[in-house]
């Protein structure tokens, strides 16, 4: 155990979740309320936290994460910019449910300008539940954020002994405790006994290399996701432009594969000068250029993004410009 001089200082933000969350049963896992412990309850479910960091905590926001808004994302990420500039943390803690939880940490690997380790956490069980696993998760985020090693490796989720990249990480099950997954590039590191240990590094540019800004902003421009399907009209196409969308992402089939009826309708939407994304439902793989009729139309590719972490990118994208061969360029990038 490391003297208090030497523990590193660590900020706790929380921001609710299942983590936070109490039911009326140790054996429920569904229908219980998120949101509920506050950040200091959370600390002390977990004592030996203290043992290895100086700890300060605030409460952010006290919600389920599947109402997680824009406005917090910036929050967050103004906050943690603050607190780096000031020299007043080594190191950043978010708990923070888990629907949301791999938009929320993109968000902010694009965002915060400090090097210093940015660890969000959470947990598949409430807190009242038998197995309950957000103290240790907890305990564990807060040991990958005191590392040394950490520092430099982007924004990152903690989650079952396992440390996973930003760009990287997925939900990937409704249910089971091991609910993460890197599956395109694998694991960043895990904690095995306390010790933290390091695989390889992120690869996209993150952080401090970003170019987004968000020090003044207040609200992120609106981009809407659109799933392909059977049967697609391109109605809900049309609907987004109709209330002001300024980009979609088209979550199409295979290959980011764009049903005929739609494909006219978002071909419209770009010449409107509508940002269009084309990404895919699919779970794993990447969108690479295919019809002639998308390159013609100014479709953008997503690459290996998921649609919701495309939708954060061109949220970010719009606030620098409108210019689609720029936007291209930055979905390169990161």
Same mark, same amino acid.
């Given at each position: ?143 990958? +954020?005191?590392?040394?090693? *950490? =520092?430099?490796?982007?924004?990152? &989720?903690?989650?079952?002994?396992? !440390?996973? $990249? ?103 939407? +770009?010449?409107?000068?509508? *940002? =269009?994304?084309?990404?895919?439902? &699919?779970?794993?793989?990447?969108? !690479?250029? $295919? ?44």
């Amino acid at each position: 155990m490391a003297s208090v001089d030497a523990k590193p200082r660590i900020t706790v933000l929380a921001t609710g979740g299942t983590i936070a969350g109490r039911a009326n049963s140790a054996a429920a896992t569904a229908g219980y309320k998120a949101g509920v412990l506050t950040v200091e309850e959370l600390i002390n479910s977990a004592p030996p936290i203290k043992d290895f960091a100086r700890l300060r905590a605030e409460q952010i926001a006290n919600i389920d994460s599947k109402d997680m808004t824009g406005e917090i994302w910036l929050k967050l990420a103004q906050r943690i910019n603050e607190l780096a500039d000031n020299n007043d943390a080594d190191g950043f803690v978010i708990t923070h449910g888990t629907d949301t939880m791999e938009e929320t940490v993109y968000f902010l690997n694009l965002t915060v300008k400090t090097n210093k380790p940015v660890v969000l956490t959470g947990a598949m069980r409430p807190a009242t539940s038998l197995g309950a696993d957000g103290a240790m998760n907890l305990l564990k985020a807060v040991r990958v +954020a005191a590392d040394t090693n *950490a =520092v430099g490796k982007g924004c990152m &989720v903690v989650m079952n002994d396992e !440390i996973h $990249a930003a760009r990287d990480v997925i939900k990937f099950d409704t249910q089971n405790a091991a609910a993460f997954k890197s599956p395109l590039v694998g694991l960043l590191g895990r904690i095995d006994n306390g010790v933290v240990d390091f695989y390889r590094e992120a690869r996209k540019i993150h952080t401090v290399k970003t170019e987004f800004d968000t020090k003044n902003v207040t609200k992120l421009p609106k981009v809407y996701i659109i799933c392909g399907h059977a049967d697609d009209d391109g109605a809900l196409v049309k609907a987004a432009t109709e209330i002001g969308a300024k980009g979609i992402v088209y979550a199409g089939t295979g290959n980011g594969s764009v049903h005929f009826a739609a494909e006219k309708v978002l071909a419209q939407a +770009a010449k409107s000068g509508v *940002a =269009v994304i084309r990404a895919t439902r &699919v779970p794993i793989g990447a969108v !690479i250029p $295919a019809e002639q009729s998308y390159i013609d139309a100014g479709f953008i590719d997503s690459g290996t993004l998921s649609p919701q972490k495309a939708r954060i990118l061109l949220q970010l994208a719009l606030l620098k410009t409108a210019d689609f061969d720029k936007i291209k360029e930055m979905f390169g990038k990161y």
